[in-house]
């Protein structure tokens, strides 16, 4: 029997998707990455990491940088959160940040960060450039101020509570939905068997 939330005990039409994709591993490394890069700066927390990955399979997201101390696979911690998503992800760790930002401007890829600056622009109010890389920050000291001098646009979340930020997991799915939903991804699709 479905059930209705607020309507407990009575029948419904709709079916909850508590299952993963139905293909193969096969067929899923076979379908394009969206061209969207996340480069994490300096992250504390394993478990942010790990959840960061999650999200990024769930957008099918092209890859993840890891920078400096940020947790990379093979990392236990990673594998906790991320839900056995870290094989569907390209990665690729960094001993620097600067480096990966050279990394990616060297393959004419844009670099953005995502922070709360007197020059940031609303993630909402602005265009978004195929393919793009967006930098993610210290859960504690956010981006550092030389990776934020090497980035093409700065752009932030807009904070409504006491607090200036928002979880660093949080904030990265926020920006890769918030891309996707700009670009309007071909197959792009609420269904729950989607396959694009």
């Known amino acids: 029997m479905k059930?209705?939330?607020?309507?407990?005990?009575?029948?419904t039409s709709f079916e909850v998707r508590?299952?993963?994709?139905?293909?193969?591993?096969?067929?899923?490394?076979?379908?394009?990455?969206?061209?969207?890069y996340l480069v994490l700066d300096n992250l504390r927390s394993a478990f942010?990491?790990?959840a960061i990955f999650r999200a990024a399979d769930a957008a099918r997201l092209q890859g993840i940088y890891t920078c400096g101390y940020t947790a990379h696979p093979p990392?236990?911690?990673?594998?906790?959160?991320?839900?056995?998503?870290?094989d569907y992800i390209e990665t690729h760790h960094f001993a620097t940040?600067?480096?990966?930002?050279?990394?990616?401007?060297?393959?004419?890829?844009?670099?953005?960060a995502l922070e709360t600056t007197s020059q940031s622009r609303c993630y909402t109010a602005i265009d978004y450039p195929r393919p793009l890389a967006l930098v993610?920050?210290?859960?504690?000291?956010?981006?550092?101020?030389?990776?934020?001098?090497?980035?093409?646009?700065?752009i932030e979340i807009p904070m409504y509570g006491?607090?200036?930020?928002?979880?660093?997991?949080?904030?990265?799915?926020?920006?890769?939905?918030?891309?996707?939903?700009?670009?309007?991804?071909?197959g792009a699709?609420?269904?729950?068997?989607?396959?694009?």
């Open 18 to 36: 508590n299952f993963d994709a139905e293909m193969s591993l096969d067929e899923y490394a076979r379908l394009p990455k969206h061209p969207l």
């Open 75 to 86: 990392h236990p911690k990673l594998d906790k959160t991320a839900l056995g998503t870290l």
């Open 189 to 196: 699709t609420c269904e729950p068997t989607a396959r694009a």
């Open 162 to 186: 006491y607090k200036n930020s928002l979880n660093v997991a949080a904030a990265s799915a926020v920006l890769a939905f918030e891309v996707l939903r700009q670009w309007q991804t071909t």
């Open 136 to 154: 993610v920050g210290n859960e504690a000291l956010g981006i550092d101020r030389a990776v934020l001098d090497r980035c093409d646009e700065l």
């Open 48 to 50: 942010n990491v790990g």
């Open 97 to 112: 940040t600067l480096e990966a930002v050279e990394n990616l401007r060297e393959r004419e890829i844009p670099v953005w």
């Open 3 to 11: 059930l209705q939330p607020g309507n407990y005990g009575k029948e």
